[in-house]
């Protein structure tokens, strides 16, 4: 299986900026960034799927996804933080089927186990 481990959350005041990673074992076209807020469903933020970036309408402007070229490493620079942004932050990786979408998580094959972000 391949394993991803996401680092950089942490707690910041609004207007703050983070920077996440993911260093993973594997490598893909389709790689994600997903944010649980507290008592919510996954969402996706942001995503690259066969060379397409895709963000989530809120984030534009303020968040920048970007990975190496080995497309194994992934990183999502956060800036401008608002409250709504607190949650856990989720990277995920690996294509499934081309039926599903880069928003739904199901297109992702594998998931890290989360990092943490406070905004207040």
């Known amino acids: 299986d391949v394993q991803l481990v996401e680092s950089g959350g942490d707690s910041v005041q609004a207007g703050g900026s983070l920077r996440l990673s993911c260093v993973t074992t594997g490598s893909s076209e389709c790689m994600g960034w997903f944010h649980q807020a507290p008592g919510k469903d996954r969402e996706a933020v942001a995503a690259f799927d066969y060379g397409i970036k895709y963000y989530k309408e809120s984030v534009k402007g303020r968040f920048t996804i970007s990975r190496d070229n080995a497309k194994a490493n992934l990183w999502m620079q956060m800036d401008n933080l608002e409250p709504e942004d607190t949650g856990t932050y989720y990277c995920?990786?690996?294509?499934?089927?081309?039926?599903?979408?880069?928003?739904?998580?199901?297109?992702?094959?594998?998931w890290g186990q989360g990092t943490q972000v406070t905004v207040s």
């Open positions: 995920a990786i690996g294509c499934t089927s081309f039926e599903d979408r880069w928003y739904e998580p199901r297109r992702f094959r594998y």
